[in-house]
Each structure stands twice: as C-alpha cells, then as structure tokens.
C-alpha cells in the first residue's frame, strides 16, 4: 500500500480485474507481492500517465 499509494481495498478490487499483480500466500494470514511486479506495475502506470 505505501509504495503504490492505493488503499488495501483499492488493491484487491485491481487484483479481482487483472490490473495489479496478483499476490502470494506466506502463511495462513499473510500474503506478499514480488518487489519486481509491484516496480513493474509502477512503471506501467507512469507510462500510461502519459
């Protein structure tokens, strides 16, 4: 959420229409993204910006 300045919310909603990396489980309760997909996600949304 801090890197991408979207809220928890906002992330699953992307997540549910492809828009956003999907995530993976670490434990029963927690989840993670790749640092590589969420910079490449940023990247795309700047070249969008555009």
Known sequence: ???TAC???AIY???KHGA???QFKLG??????L???IDAWI???QRASV
């Open 1 to 3: 959420m801090e890197r």
């Open 7 to 9: 809220s928890r919310s």
């Open 13 to 15: 909603e992307k997540m």
């Open 20 to 22: 956003f990396p999907k």
């Open 28 to 33: 029963e309760r927690a989840v993670a993204w």
């Open 35 to 37: 640092e590589s997909d």
């Open 43 to 45: 990247e795309q949304q």
